[in-house]
């Protein structure tokens, strides 16, 4: 099977951007080899910065190509997570803090320089004791009238700025996000320009700067501890697009509400979590290439029939370990290409402002960045194990990427927080549909509850809604009754906090493990209609096919894992679970023969994959039993229509 016309599928719009990445580097080395020192690696990471701000592309996503240059910043990842993390802190964070936040005065006095990479800069919100709960970050920037300054100041130990990228070395300026206080009044946190650094490199009058020291991964950028004693800052540094403050201290904002405010202007911030999740998403998939490219060589235990060992990659269980996972990544690789594109349009050159198609994608960045980067964390520690002792040599590369995306679950917001923001928006718009219905609908509404309650009581309703396990209507039924099921009944839960004298501390408390499993199930849906509508949109016939029981594999393996709902809900009988894990097991077996294609249509150059346990693929057997070119598949693809 030809692989251009996979690679053309997963390219998608931003395809052009996709193939000027590769091509620019491959030209040039922005790998970083095991073993070098700290300072090694930081000095090699501010280099290929530099590199990338000769490129060109940072440029073009402040010219407003965001789309695009999100889409080549995930790439960066299957180079160095370094650099792909030292980038995103200077153009995604701390140049779009200041495109986004700011107005034309500071766009115009600081963005050509931060394209450029002249003025290095932090994005400073995260607190030694506020990580997730940023509303109440206890930073401060007090306005004195008598000088027309904010005074930026850390108050105690807990305020300190902690894990700030291009803090401890490179960094000459920080966005600083504190508590606006002016006439004694509290306004919220709002962001700040804060020179650190003078042009010698030297700590600002005030502020103290420390290093964090080696980390368990991302060596290459310099994080670091900062802590302000009144550090004075003039009143055009606050970053004024949603809030200003007057020469005699008085407060305006066209958005009155202090948490809408708030939200808002996190919201405009949306681009970053997007960016981790596509480099989650990139790193992922280097790490299936590898794995599966090293399953195709790698022999264990002799065939009886023939006597000759067979590729690991022939046993159902390592197909089990990989192509499932293969599968997920795939669905969300294109999940990911249609949340780009939704920022894009609403951030993009000549956007018009949509507060609620905003708020969905906010919405769905949450989800999607939590399940993304658990995905990443889950499946490349598989293929690590996978490769087995070679997986775990740092030659080998796939030791660098567990320990690289590790904290990709932690940083732009702890997946477990982000899925409750997810739970919050999903149960609101729920509470508002029911409140739309007129009486009959409520009626309807309340009649459909019970209905479902007594069909999953007497089980008829594994027998009423049966379907072909490879029908994708029958698989959305599910996904959706899932969704809609956890949903409902978590809103139920809920409701006890509208009562009278209810704790409500104590309601949402119990309601977590729930609330979050509703969204896992709002996100599993979203990510399954998002590879179904990239099947659909496939023109070229082999590769539909191909991708459909692709489709069909991610499907089945998240209704298998999720078996414990569906038979406790009554969706499936116990024979039906056991009928579903036949499936995955089969269509193991068919995509077994295209698993080299499937990952070569990720298009990752060869000189990011090259490695000594990859060396064999060129071995004269390893050639015969499964060629390298993979211009046409050895088996028949009759069989994936």
Not at 5 to 15: C, I, P, S, T
Not at 237 to 246: S, Y
Not at 452 to 479: K, M
Not at 521 to 542: E, G, L
Request: aromatic share 6%; charged share 20%.
């Amino acid at each position: 099977m030809n692989t251009t016309e996979l690679q053309k599928v997963l390219d998608g719009r931003f395809a052009e951007i996709r193939a000027d990445v590769r091509d620019r580097l491959a030209k040039e080395d922005m790998t970083a080899e095991p073993g070098l020192s700290v300072e090694e690696y930081r000095a090699l990471t501010l280099a290929n910065l530099r590199k990338l701000a000769d490129s060109g592309h940072p440029q073009r996503g402040f010219a407003g190509d965001v789309g695009g240059v999100v889409t080549a910043f995930a790439m960066l990842a299957f180079a160095d997570l370094s650099l792909l993390v030292k980038a995103g802190v200077q153009w995604g964070l701390f140049g779009g803090a200041v495109q986004v936040l700011g107005t034309s005065a500071h766009h115009d006095a600081y963005l050509q320089q931060i394209m450029d990479g002249e003025l290095l800069g932090c994005f400073a919100m995260t607190e030694t004791g506020h990580g997730s709960d940023v509303q109440h970050l206890r930073t401060t920037a007090t306005y004195d009238p008598a000088t027309q300054e904010f005074v930026v100041d850390t108050p105690d130990p807990s305020a300190r700025k902690d894990y700030i990228g291009n803090a401890a070395r490179d960094g000459r300026m920080a966005v600083v996000f504190a508590q606006l206080i002016t006439g004694g009044v509290s306004h919220g946190v709002h962001a700040l320009l804060v020179p650190i650094r003078d042009d010698d490199g030297n700590a600002m009058p005030g502020v103290t700067i420390s290093d964090c020291g080696h980390k368990a991964g991302l060596n290459g950028v310099d994080n670091g501890r900062l802590t302000f004693d009144h550090v004075r800052v003039p009143r055009q540094a606050l970053l004024n697009r949603f809030a200003d403050v007057a020469p005699d201290g008085t407060y305006t904002s066209a958005i009155e509400n202090e948490t809408r405010r708030f939200f808002t202007m996190l919201g405009t911030l949306v681009r970053g979590r997007i960016s981790v999740a596509g480099g989650a998403g990139t790193a992922t998939q280097k790490a299936l290439t590898l794995a599966i490219r090293y399953g195709n060589i790698r022999r264990q235990f002799a065939d009886p029939a023939t006597g000759e060992e067979s590729a690991v990659l022939d046993y159902l269980v390592h197909q089990r370990k990989l192509l499932p996972a293969l599968a997920t990544t795939y669905a969300l690789h294109f999940a990911q290409d249609e949340l780009v594109q939704a920022m894009h349009e609403l951030q993009g050159a000549g956007a018009v402002p949509d507060e609620a198609r905003q708020r969905e994608l906010e919405t769905k960045a949450a989800g999607i960045k939590a399940v993304g980067t658990w995905h990443a964390t889950r499946t490349i520690q598989t293929c690590r194990e996978a490769c087995g002792g070679a997986g775990y040599l740092s030659e080998n590369l796939l030791p660098q990427l567990k320990a690289d995306t590790d904290v990709f679950t932690t940083f732009e917001g702890d997946n477990t927080v982000l899925l409750q923001l997810v739970a919050k928006t999903i149960l609101s718009d729920y509470g508002k549909r029911v409140a739309q219905l007129d009486l009959a609908g409520k009626a309807r509404f309340g009649a459909g509850l019970v209905a479902g309650f007594a069909l999953e009581r007497t089980g008829a309703r594994a027998l009423i809604s049966r379907g072909a396990l490879r029908d994708r209507a029958y698989q959305r039924y599910l996904f959706v009754e899932r969704e809609e099921h956890q949903i409902a009944t978590a809103a139920q839960r809920m409701r006890a906090a509208l009562k009278p004298g209810a704790d409500q501390f104590a309601v949402f408390n119990a309601a977590q493990d729930h609330l979050l499993e509703a969204s896992r199930a709002h996100v599993d849906r979203i990510v399954f209609d998002a590879f179904a509508r990239a099947v659909d949109a496939c023109s070229d016939a082999q590769t539909k096919a191909l991708l459909a029981k692709v489709l069909d594999l991610h499907a089945l393996s998240v209704i298998e894992a999720e078996a414990g709902f569906f038979t406790g809900h009554a969706y499936l009988t116990a024979g039906r679970a056991k009928a579903v894990t036949h499936e995955v097991n089969a269509l193991c077996g068919e995509l077994r023969p295209h698993a080299r294609t499937l990952v070569d249509g990720f298009a990752i150059p060869e000189g990011w994959l090259a490695c000594p346990m990859l060396a064999g693929e060129h071995d004269a057997t390893a050639a015969a039993t499964n060629p390298v070119p993979t211009t046409e598949e050895p088996s028949d693809l009759s069989a994936v229509g």
